[in-house]
């Protein structure tokens, strides 16, 4: 079968993008939904309805009990809304939630405090989509359900900071001692969120139960947030304090948040399937004891700082344990400046990195501090069966050569395992160039012996290849992301080229492909 050059995959991607376009628009056809333009627009810092009874959120608080939003509306978030101790919050898949910018002073967010809980299930055809109302202050009185992001991949990669994003707090453990933060340390094991007030107790996280619960989110796109509430102090697109593993975390999308993507704050919560796009900082962190599980793990950066960067101590005391997760089957793709890493393991880390795919970083995996290597050393921290393609640096261990060790643990340097080159304007959103995470069938060193497979332990899919996609399969983002909005990831579909045979590839050809194919390909 032919394959469409780059430039043709960019225009039939634009064309094709009108059906993505539309199927976010109405957020899928089996929804039940109404278009976005006909929704109810409901502004959450007023007053919060639960079972038609009216309530005084001074709070500006969920009430106890079951409050059901539905995807008949818009709703607004513009204050910092909690969900509070008590009080479970069930969302509609479909449903759309926009956001403002109070500036430095109250960063609206949407909170769910230790002991509440959000079930916010989307599906594929039908996620829920948490974004920008345009960068607008609270106060802004918004009625138009398509104000700021219009959803209809118009909304420019590189707008940010137009409000704070989700937070979800738990009575898992984490390793914070008073003695290394007082100003935010509760006590141990008990400490204030990161940008909130710690004052308030509905900002504290931290306990003893593993298995706390926060609720579940799957299929849920969260965009253009990570306002500043200070200087240099940022709210990641989704951050978990002490979250426990019986939350339920699978298809988590960041877009364009300016701090990190995902930010763990110890606690034990598993994460499957989870994007981070064109985020500011770094993809992923953890740090505080964070002892969870994560498989299909993936990011794409444009201006960020670091795929992950990962900790195990927030102080200098010594902790009675530090960060253990085992992640598996990741997939980063760098923007290759200067400054850039794919890992950076620094604050004494322990944990497991397997089975995965970095490129076109300045340095792949960077190793801080004597506790850290110490760590890589004895097998704390292993780093096992990994791809790494075009680094200026492939490894730096403050001075200590691993390069041994690295390849007695599978790591391979290697060319042509993916396609990491795109060219993309982010104030636009033109594509020039995409790029295809999916390695071919036939990559060498991309399948994984039965040995080297995640451990068979229930959360694991026990996958026999390398990176966050089955090699020669449609990605499992082609449903519900940006990315699959805009057609910046060519790797949905095989195209032919003269497609009605007569001998030439022009636009008849590209009208007869959209009808048969209805979305992006290569």
């Not at 763990?264 to 499957?272: A, C, M």
């Not at 990741?330 to 322990?350: C, F, P, R, V, Y």
């Not at 041994?404 to 020039?432: C, E, K, R």
Request: glycine share 12%; hydrophobic share 35%.
């Amino acid at each position: 079968m032919n394959i469409l050059n780059k430039s043709i995959i960019a225009a039939v991607a634009v064309v094709l993008g009108g059906g993505q376009v539309n199927a976010q628009l109405s957020l899928g056809t089996d929804c039940g939904c109404p278009p976005l333009a006909s929704r109810t627009v409901v502004s959450l810092s007023g007053p919060i309805t639960s079972d038609a009874s009216t309530i005084d959120n001074d709070a500006r608080e969920f009430p106890a009990g079951r409050t059901d939003l539905t995807c008949d509306k818009v709703y607004i978030i513009n204050n910092k809304i909690y969900i509070p101790s008590g009080s479970e919050v069930w969302v509609e898949p479909g449903t759309v939630f926009k956001a403002t910018n109070d500036g430095l002073s109250e960063a609206d967010a949407l909170v769910v405090s230790r002991g509440g809980k959000l079930y916010a299930n989307g599906t594929e055809s039908c996620p829920i989509i948490f974004t920008s109302a345009g960068n607008v202050p609270s106060t802004t009185n918004i009625t138009d359900p398509l104000a700021g992001d219009p959803l209809d991949g118009t909304f420019p990669l590189n707008s940010r900071s137009h409000w704070g994003g989700i937070i979800m707090l738990g009575f898992a453990p984490n390793n914070v001692l008073a003695v290394d933060n007082a100003a935010l340390t509760v006590s141990d094991g008990v400490s204030g969120i990161e940008g909130l007030d710690v004052a308030e107790s509905r900002n504290h996280y931290g306990g003893s139960d593993a298995d706390d619960s926060s609720g579940s989110l799957k299929y849920v796109s969260i965009r253009h947030g990570g306002i500043s509430i200070a200087a240099n102090n940022e709210i990641n697109g989704l951050t978990l304090g002490s979250v426990g593993r019986g939350t339920t975390l699978e298809h988590i999308e960041v877009v364009s948040n300016a701090d990190d993507g995902i930010e763990f704050f110890g606690g034990t919560v598993d994460l499957k399937w989870a994007t981070v796009f064109f985020c500011g900082d770094d993809g992923f962190d953890w740090d505080q004891g964070y002892n969870g599980r994560g498989q299909f793990w993936y990011s794409v950066e444009n201006d960020s700082d670091k795929g992950w960067e990962i900790d195990g101590d927030d102080g200098g005391s010594v902790k009675a344990f530090y960060s253990d997760p085992q992640v598996y089957n990741s997939t980063m793709i760098g923007d290759g400046t200067g400054g850039d890493l794919a890992i950076s393991a620094k604050s004494e880390t322990q944990g497991r990195i397997a089975n995965s795919i970095f490129t076109n970083h300045s340095t792949g995996l960077r190793i801080e501090g004597a506790t850290t290597n110490g760590f890589y050393t004895s097998g704390e921290f292993e780093v096992l069966n990994n791809l790494w393609e075009n680094m200026t640096t492939y490894f730096n261990a403050d001075g200590a050569d691993i390069s041994a060790q690295l390849a007695a643990d599978g790591n391979l340097q290697q060319t042509g395992v993916i396609d990491y080159q795109y060219t993309i304007d982010v104030s636009t959103n033109a594509i020039t160039d995409g790029y295809d995470p999916v390695p071919a069938v036939n990559t060498p060193n991309i399948n994984v012996s039965a040995a080297n497979r995640p451990p068979n332990d229930g959360f694991f899919d026990l996958v026999s290849y390398k990176g966050a996609f089955e090699p020669g399969a449609t990605p499992w983002t082609a449903g519900y992301t940006v990315a699959a909005l805009l057609g910046t990831d060519t790797s949905l579909a095989d195209c032919p080229t003269d497609t009605d045979k007569d001998g030439d590839t022009d636009v008849d050809d590209l009208l007869l492909l959209i009808g048969s194919y209805n979305t992006s390909c290569n």
